[in-house]
């Protein structure tokens, strides 16, 4: 958690459009980005601070790249170019969706649930957001699982 901290600290010196961060390890560890970027985003990447920023991190241990989404991603996850470039709602509604179409993948999903953390919330209260989020998304799986 130390380097993802010391990591969000370095991007925030550079661009000041971040609402929510949160940081999980799916697919190794990683951000994921609620900002003022992506709750306006069109795909225009080009045109996009939040990109600018992030297009030539480098990968390893820990990265605060962006993760390119294929067809199959955007159908599942949502239309956004990059995998993390999502809002607390949408990156919710990520887990919810991959367990309806994956139910007995729901328990590894909760897991990853459980081990997320939200470093950053403009709200200022990251914890009541990460308690909030965290109680939001496992309810919603766990109706899902049983469902199965």
């Known amino acids: ?3 993802a901290k010391k990591e969000f600290k370095r991007l925030a010196e550079k ?7 949160v940081v999980d390890d799916w697919r190794g560890y990683r951000f994921v980005f609620d900002t003022e970027d992506t709750r306006k ?16 991190e480098k990968e390893g241990l ?11 991603d955007k159908a599942l996850f949502g239309p956004q170019n990059f995998l993390n470039c999502k809002t607390l709602s949408q990156y ?11 139910p007995k993948e729901a328990d590894k999903e909760i897991e990853l649930i459980r081990s997320m953390n939200i470093i950053y919330s403009q709200e200022g209260e990251q914890n009541e957001v990460e308690i909030k ?3 939001e998304a496992i309810g919603e799986i766990s109706v899902i699982k049983t469902k199965i």
């Not at 661009?15 to 961060?21: A, E, H, K, L, S």
């Not at 990265?63 to 294929?70: D, K, Q, V």
């Open 15 to 21: 661009y000041n459009g971040f609402i929510n961060v």
């Open 41 to 56: 985003c069109d795909n225009s990447c080009a045109k996009c601070s939040l990109y600018q920023l992030l297009k030539n």
């Open 62 to 72: 820990f990265s605060a790249g962006l993760y390119p989404a294929n067809e199959k």
């Open 133 to 135: 989020f965290k109680t």
């Open 1 to 3: 958690m130390t380097i």
């Open 92 to 102: 919710k509604d990520c887990y919810v969706n991959y367990v309806l179409k994956n």
